[in-house]
């Protein structure tokens, strides 16, 4: 069981602001999870296996693109010389996390088909981005209910992390993958933001390299150089479409009216 608290200090964040404050990100959480108790957020009722996600890189390990890549099945993706596999599984309930439980927990591996590091050139910055993650045709959109949990291995096991230096909070992982319950995760704060856009870029942890971003997380040199694969896990939601709010909205007024007129 994971219950370890998440300090009361700071968030990476991808955008804008390196750095975002506990409390702000609190209240970010709480209006997410008030949002879901009053039924304008829900758990997906399809699965996104069987649909495909865009993925593009740069120095990650190298540069490439797949437009297609189907969800739930390993794929080597040409140029970039890694494979990106991905799952689904029902999210554990950690509050400490502000993981409500009983939604979709999405979980991506990048490891390089090579076993080499995950960078091409490691002085160079870099980055991936995933797109059009989605839960089949007419399914309702994804939001992320809190956070995203980054953690990085070699060959599968799980570096320590120390986020001292750079004043963050390092996690316990909630994912459910072999061997990466429990691993150090950084978490950042993405609540609210829709799934189907999922960026990583090392100029948004440190302002430089993969490589200057381990080693700031107190991974030695020689480990740091090895990583070669990377584990990205989330929480999400789904927000139905306007149409179908405009008539459960309708359908609640009804039902209100009809209360109304038999009193």
Do not use: C
């Not at 990048?110 to 089949?136: E, K, R």
């Amino acid at each position: 069981m994971l219950t370890s608290p998440v300090p009361d200090n700071l968030f990476i964040s991808l955008k804008g602001k390196l750095m975002r404050r506990f409390n702000v990100f609190f209240a970010v959480a709480a209006i997410a999870t008030a949002s879901l108790v009053a039924g304008t957020a829900m758990p997906a009722f399809a699965s996104p296996v069987g649909t495909t996600f865009g993925w593009a890189s740069s120095n990650f390990q190298g540069d490439g693109a797949d437009p297609a890549v189907p969800f739930g099945v390993a794929t080597s993706i040409a140029g970039s010389g890694v494979t990106v596999d991905s799952s689904v599984s029902v999210s554990p309930p950690v509050p400490p996390l502000f993981l409500t439980g009983g939604l979709d927990y999405v979980e991506f591996s990048i490891t390089t088909d090579d076993g080499g590091y995950l960078n091409g050139v490691p002085a160079a910055h870099s980055s991936w981005f995933i797109t059009g993650l989605n839960w089949g045709p007419g399914e309702p959109a994804g939001i992320f209910t809190g956070l995203i949990f980054l953690s990085f291995d070699i060959d599968g096991t799980y570096v320590p992390l120390d986020g001292t230096a750079l004043g963050v909070p390092i996690v316990p992982n909630p994912g459910t993958l072999a061997g990466v319950t429990g691993a150090d995760a950084i978490p950042i704060d993405v609540a609210g933001d829709p799934v189907d856009f999922i960026p990583f870029d090392t100029l948004g942890l440190t302002g430089e390299t993969l490589l200057t971003t381990l080693l700031a997380l107190g991974v030695p040199f020689g480990d740091a150089l090895s990583v070669n694969s990377m584990h990205v896990g989330f929480e999400t939601v789904h927000v139905p479409e306007p149409a179908s709010m405009m008539l459960l909205g309708t359908g609640l007024a009804a039902v209100v009216l009809a209360r109304r007129r038999r009193s």
